[in-house]
């Protein structure tokens, strides 16, 4: 599962239990997921400057 498809499943539901369970993973998996794409796309900015 991609790290975008868990953001955007969180959007969409406005929840991380719903879009878990809609992803079939835990609230803390997709949790994780978010905390990874947060530092991957920090370090793409610290990268740029």
């Known amino acids: 599962m991609g790290l975008l498809r868990a953001l955007l499943a969180i959007v969409d539901s406005g929840s991380f239990s719903i879009a878990a369970a809609q ?27």
């Open 23 to 49: 992803l079939g993973r835990t609230q803390s998996a997709i949790s994780l997921q978010i905390k990874r794409l947060a530092v991957a796309a920090l370090e793409r900015f610290e990268q740029r400057m």
